[in-house]
């Protein structure tokens, strides 16, 4: 049976050109590139280059790029350390209603130990910050500000260089999660303003478990470390560097950078395939979020009367992501879509597509088929939601 993968922004699959880069490394690279001898000077060599072509992928400095374990160590960094770095007289922090569950959790985290004031900024019902929601929230006492550039969920843009001239006019840190943005679309940390940027090599189709936090030489004097040992990664994150991760990171950084405006085109030309087909195929299809403003990979899509855990399994072998989280052995509705004033029974309702590099017009005629042939008999499986569908 033929599988389709549309779940790029869970996890892209390893690009073999990336994973070629790695191979010299993996099966001859030896010593820990922190040490002195040649062994380590050579694996330290490899790093830098490595760390160089991440920087690239956001305009950043090679001299201002963390290596992490990955984008949610990254948004724990920025996030808890700024407030231990911080002082008394700004307690609040502001994050946005979408953000990634590495950031919503942290912030509460931080709130739970009376380490900072934590308020969270609404959406709208596009799924976006509103610069002036946002500016009446600001004052002298806040320290910082985590607004991501595109949700995982949605591919909702926010208007991050906005927030940033805002967040800045109080002398607040900006940081922004630009996970799903990098590599899709244009980011670059001095266009948009931010101070602490998080990234992920898996999203680009490179290895997974490897990270990174690009800051500004503002932003990182800012941020105390919260792993501690031997003080690598300029003293912000003890730890031997994942040398292979961080090879193939940059690898997946470069390929991404010189093929991003080709492929982006050809991946949103597939995503407007994929949902026109959807809307001939099945009542009752509507996208959420402001189709507008989004990344060119993502679509959600809610099918009324369809359950969305039900439409997943009955897609069999085509790979698709509910939003849904399993917390406690209940399923719960995704944060995101709530805070954008869908109801628990949308949220219920509502799948997401996202597409990338190796996604194919054939592996959008199978996911339609089996997708509108999914919704059918989940519909068909409940009285409500045959007779939502039909009117």
Request: some cysteine; overall charge negative; proline content about 4%.
């Given at each position: 049976?033929?599988?389709?993968?549309?779940?790029?922004?869970?996890?892209?699959?390893?690009?073999?050109?990336?994973?070629?880069?790695?191979?010299?490394?993996?099966?001859?690279?030896?010593?820990?590139?922190?040490?002195?001898?040649?062994?380590?000077?050579?694996?330290?060599?490899?790093?830098?280059?490595?760390?160089?072509?991440?920087?690239?992928?956001?305009?950043?400095?090679?001299?201002?790029?963390?290596?992490?374990?990955?984008?949610?160590?990254?948004?724990?960094?920025?996030?808890?350390?700024?407030?231990?770095?911080?002082?008394?007289?700004?307690?609040?922090?502001?994050?946005?209603?979408?953000?990634?569950?590495?950031?919503?959790?942290?912030?509460?985290?931080?709130?739970?130990?009376?380490?900072?004031?934590?308020?969270?900024?609404?959406?709208?019902?596009?799924?976006?910050?509103?610069?002036?929601?946002?500016?009446?929230?600001?004052?002298?006492?806040?320290?910082?500000?985590?607004?991501?550039?595109?949700?995982?969920?949605?591919?909702?843009?926010?208007?991050?260089?906005?927030?940033?001239?805002?967040?800045?006019?109080?002398?607040?840190?900006?940081?922004?999660?630009?996970?799903?943005?990098?590599?899709?679309?244009?980011?670059?940390?001095?266009?948009?303003?931010?101070?602490?940027?998080?990234?992920?090599?898996?999203?680009?189709?490179?290895?997974?478990?490897?990270?990174?936090?690009?800051?500004?030489?503002?932003?990182?004097?800012?941020?105390?470390?919260?792993?501690?040992?031997?003080?690598?990664?300029?003293?912000?994150?003890?730890?031997?560097?994942?040398?292979?991760?961080?090879?193939?990171?940059?690898?997946?950084?470069?390929?991404?950078?010189?093929?991003?405006?080709?492929?982006?085109?050809?991946?949103?030309?597939?995503?407007?395939?994929?949902?026109?087909?959807?809307?001939?195929?099945?009542?009752?299809?509507?996208?959420?979020?402001?189709?507008?403003?989004?990344?060119?990979?993502?679509?959600?899509?809610?099918?009324?009367?369809?359950?969305?855990?039900?439409?997943?399994?009955?897609?069999?072998?085509?790979?698709?992501?509910?939003?849904?989280?399993?917390?406690?052995?209940?399923?719960?509705?995704?944060?995101?879509l709530l805070a954008m004033g869908c109801t628990r029974t949308v949220a219920f309702e509502s799948v997401r597509f996202s597409l990338g590099r190796f996604t194919t017009p054939g592996d959008i005629e199978v996911a339609v088929e089996r997708c509108v042939s999914a919704v059918g008999y989940?519909?068909?499986?409940?009285?409500?939601?045959?007779?939502?569908?039909?009117?």
């Amino acid at each position: 049976m033929i599988e389709v993968y549309l779940d790029y922004n869970g996890s892209g699959p390893l690009d073999p050109r990336v994973l070629e880069e790695m191979m010299p490394v993996l099966s001859g690279g030896v010593g820990n590139a922190s040490s002195v001898h040649r062994f380590g000077r050579r694996q330290a060599a490899t790093v830098d280059a490595a760390r160089e072509q991440v920087a690239a992928l956001v305009g950043g400095r090679t001299g201002n790029t963390i290596f992490t374990a990955g984008a949610t160590e990254a948004n724990n960094l920025a996030l808890r350390g700024a407030v231990e770095a911080g002082d008394e007289s700004r307690p609040r922090v502001l994050v946005s209603a979408v953000e990634h569950a590495s950031v919503r959790q942290t912030a509460r985290w931080l709130g739970s130990q009376g380490l900072a004031k934590v308020e969270v900024i609404p959406v709208t019902g596009g799924g976006f910050v509103d610069p002036a929601v946002l500016e009446a929230m600001m004052g002298p006492d806040v320290l910082l500000v985590s607004v991501m550039a595109a949700n995982s969920e949605t591919g909702v843009l926010n208007p991050v260089a906005e927030i940033a001239d805002q967040v800045h006019a109080y002398d607040a840190l900006f940081h922004c999660d630009a996970t799903q943005m990098a590599g899709r679309m244009a980011f670059d940390i001095d266009r948009t303003g931010a101070d602490l940027v998080s990234l992920s090599g898996h999203k680009i189709c490179g290895p997974g478990g490897v990270g990174a936090l690009v800051g500004t030489r503002h932003g990182l004097r800012r941020v105390q470390p919260i792993i501690h040992g031997g003080g690598h990664e300029r003293g912000l994150r003890s730890g031997s560097v994942n040398v292979p991760g961080a090879v193939g990171f940059g690898a997946a950084a470069r390929i991404a950078v010189e093929e991003r405006e080709v492929e982006s085109a050809r991946v949103a030309g597939l995503r407007d395939k994929l949902v026109a087909e959807l809307k001939a195929g099945v009542q009752e299809v509507h996208e959420n979020g402001d189709v507008s403003r989004r990344l060119p990979n993502t679509a959600n899509i809610h099918f009324a009367g369809g359950d969305a855990e039900a439409v997943a399994a009955n897609m069999d072998s085509v790979a698709v992501s509910t939003g849904s989280a399993c917390s406690s052995g209940s399923i719960e509705p995704s944060e995101v879509l709530l805070a954008m004033g869908c109801t628990r029974t949308v949220a219920f309702e509502s799948v997401r597509f996202s597409l990338g590099r190796f996604t194919t017009p054939g592996d959008i005629e199978v996911a339609v088929e089996r997708c509108v042939s999914a919704v059918g008999y989940v519909r068909d499986m409940t009285e409500e939601g045959l007779s939502r569908a039909v009117g």
